[in-house]
T-cell receptor, first 117, second 116 residues
Framework: AQSVTQLDSHVSVSEGTPVLLRCNYSSSYSPSLFWYVQHPNKGLQLLLK??????LVKGINGFEAEFKKSETSFHLTKPSAHMSDAAEYFCVVSAARMGEYGNKLVFGAGTILRVKS | SAVISQKPSRDICQRGTSLTIQCQVD?????MFWYRQQPGQSLTLIAT?????????ESGFVIDKFPISRPNLTFSTLTVSNMSPEDSSIYLC?????????????FGPGTRLTVT
């Protein structure tokens, strides 16, 4: 079965400093992994996805994540935080099996990112 | 990407009543999903709704409590039946619009339900 562990429930950074949101996954086979962001009172937005292509994935708003199979990790990073990055971030693994699509997503517990001015 | 709308955006309901939430997509999609996000928590999948077949429910969710309709490829409803305060949550629909094997999904804005 697939599962996701987000190692920090809250992360606080100063504006202009790097962001690191940590995620470890468990999967029976090669997973698809995603990061979604949820701003207050707004819907979920896909930041980036990993689907067995390049292990370093670039997303929107300057975010990127690196898939490390040996560490079963998919940490989200950004070189320089902006005030608008303050939101809740979810690491997600797809339960999709090879050759199928549209299977359920398993969400991590979420990490709330606070950006201080 | 898909444009997904939900109605209502929020509601306050009395316990014991039922609420039907609508999800409309701007293009035809095979697979739609319903999630619940309880206060301060992550998202949990309630069920998968495919057009032309019965919805598939996840462990802990039953059809009598959360009946789902999927009359066509652009629309679905979720009903929260016989509500109690524990049903206060945000309910979200999503679609797999990409058609890829990755399972990438796009989400509606959510329906914020408060049960008093």
């Amino acid at each position: 079965a697939q599962s996701v562990t987000q190692l920090d429930s809250h992360v606080s950074v100063s504006e202009g400093t790097p962001v690191l949101l940590r995620c470890n996954y468990s999967s029976s086979y090669s997973p698809s992994l995603f990061w979604y962001v949820q701003h207050p009172n707004k819907g979920l937005q896909l930041l980036l996805k990993y689907t067995s292509a390049a292990t370093l994935v670039k997303g929107i708003n300057g975010f990127e994540a690196e898939f490390k199979k040996s560490e079963t990790s998919f940490h989200l990073t950004k070189p320089s935080a902006h005030m608008s990055d303050a939101a809740e971030y979810f690491c997600v693994v797809s339960a999709a099996r090879m050759g199928e699509y549209g299977n359920k997503l398993v969400f991590g517990a979420g990490t709330i990112l606070r950006v201080k001015s | 990407s898909a444009v997904i709308s939900q109605k209502p955006s929020r509601d306050i309901c009395q316990r014991g009543t039922s609420l039907t939430i609508q999800c409309q997509v701007d293009s035809q999609v095979t697979m739609m999903f319903w999630y619940r996000q309880q206060p301060g928590q992550s998202l949990t999948l309630i069920a998968t709704a495919n057009q032309g077949s019965e919805a598939t429910y996840e462990s802990g969710f039953v059809i009598d409590k959360f009946p789902i309709s999927r009359p066509n490829l652009t629309f679905s409803t979720l009903t929260v039946s016989n509500m109690s305060p524990e049903d206060s949550s945000i309910y979200l629909c999503s679609v797999d619009y990409s058609g890829e094997t990755s399972g990438e999904q796009y989400f509606g804005p959510g329906t914020r339900l408060t049960v008093t």
